[in-house]
Nanobody, 128 residues
Framework: HLVESGGGSVMGGGSLRLACTVSGYQIYRGECMGWFRQAPGKEREGVAGFLRDGSPNYADFAKGRFTAALDTGRMSLYLQMNALESGDTAMYYC???????????????????????WGQGTQVTVSA
């Protein structure tokens, strides 16, 4: 069970910190987890994924603005988003691999899309 929180409405240039709390399921550093987003009329896209060495891998649009973090003690994932733009408006989701598998920079999107456990999402709206 994954629950996202922290979404909201902000002006362009503002910041938000999303959180994803996991319950009923143990998460470990090094297993495949990540953040995705889906804007109206667009396909879901990966924002940041955690790789087998525990480091985050970012989509190009997120580099330099977004920071993903993991706290296995609190069973939580975080996404700090700075310098938000209207193009960041979307529903944001977290996902954890169903079978505790690890992934790499070229596989985390497919792994989580194919075999992830997903939250219900939190809405982020950025106005110009």
């Amino acid at each position: 069970h994954l629950v996202e929180s922290g979404g909201g409405s902000v002006m362009g240039g503002g910041s938000l910190r999303l959180a994803c709390t996991v319950s009923g399921y143990q998460i470990y550093r090094g297993e495949c987890m990540g953040w995705f987003r889906q804007a109206p009329g667009k396909e879901r896209e990966g924002v940041a994924g955690f790789l087998r060495d525990g480091s985050p891998n970012y989509a190009d649009f997120a580099k330099g603005r977004f920071t993903a973090a993991l706290d296995t003690g609190r069973m939580s994932l975080y996404l700090q988003m700075n310098a938000l733009e209207s193009g960041d408006t979307a529903m944001y989701y977290c996902a954890v691999a169903r079978t505790h598998i690890a992934c790499d920079s070229d596989s985390w999107r497919a792994v989580l899309n194919d075999s992830g456990v997903w939250g219900q999402g939190t809405q982020v709206t950025v106005s110009a």
